[in-house]
């Protein structure tokens, strides 16, 4: 059973950028698959932030594209997220998933890892 | 892209049927047949219960079915059981090359 672990800072300053690795595990990163990240913020719906394949080929949400950067480390069997310019909007519950390789769903979740921005 | 409506909450009696709605746009549910819905308990992953609208993945009870029907779909759990009480998420591919989801339906079962 594919096995998903995001880590980082649970406390990120405003202006500041967010950054969040997923561990992938029991599975290869490097299969024909896309590896997704998913947030929720407080009282809000999930929100699909992106995805990102083994080559280095992204797709994100047009609302969060210019702050946004994904990368693959296949060396290290993990993935990664970087959000630019937080402000407090941007807490969240932020999910990692494998999605199927067409991309359309998440087979896969990680448990989730909470992200609070504030000074 | 605005997310997909779906109603805040839905419940049911053990060993009865409710149905999940998910109103989306001709730019997301009403052109594509790639629909997911997702199972979400308290502090838990989150788990594909449906995918292609109507298809279960392998493990995944009987009991629950998707439909589509123009811009919504739908998640009906048959046999309402105690272990169902959750928050369920639909989520769609959209026409901007990207994927939206609900707002979620917290599911409790009386």
């Known amino acids: 059973q594919v096995q998903l672990q995001e880590s980082g800072p649970g406390l990120v300053e405003p202006s500041d950028t967010l950054s969040l690795t997923c561990a992938v595990s029991?599975?290869?990163?490097?299969?024909?698959?896309?590896w997704g990240w998913i947030r929720q913020s407080p009282g809000k719906g999930l929100e699909w932030i992106g995805y990102?394949?083994?080559?280095?080929?992204?797709y994100y949400n047009p609302s969060l594209k210019s702050r946004v950067t994904m990368s693959v480390d296949t060396s290290k069997s993990h993935f990664s997220l970087k959000l630019s310019s937080v402000t407090a909007v941007d807490t969240a519950v932020y999910y990692c998933?494998?999605?199927?390789?067409?991309?359309?769903?998440?087979?896969?979740w990680g448990q989730g890892t909470l992200v609070t921005v504030s000074s | 892209q605005s997310a997909l409506t779906q109603p805040a909450s839905v419940s049911g009696s053990p060993g009865q049927a409710i149905t999940i709605s998910c109103t989306g746009t001709?730019?997301?549910?009403?052109?594509?047949?790639?629909v997911s819905w997702y199972q979400r308990h308290p502090g838990k992953a989150p788990k594909l219960m449906i995918y292609?609208?109507?298809n279960r993945p392998s493990g995944v009870s009987n009991r629950f079915s998707g439909s589509k029907s123009g811009n919504t779909a739908s998640l009906t759990i048959s046999g309402l059981q105690a272990e169902d009480e959750a928050d369920y998420f639909c989520?769609?591919?959209?026409?901007?090359?990207?994927?939206?989801f609900g707002g979620g339906t917290k599911v409790t079962v009386l």
């Open positions: 990102i394949n083994y080559s280095g080929s992204t």
């Open positions: 989520s769609s591919y959209t026409t901007s090359t990207s994927l939206v």
């Open positions: 292609d609208v109507t």
């Open positions: 998933a494998r999605y199927e390789r067409r991309g359309y769903y998440g087979d896969y």
């Open positions: 029991v599975y290869s990163i490097s299969s024909t698959n896309w």
């Open positions: 001709s730019s997301d549910v009403g052109t594509y047949n790639l």
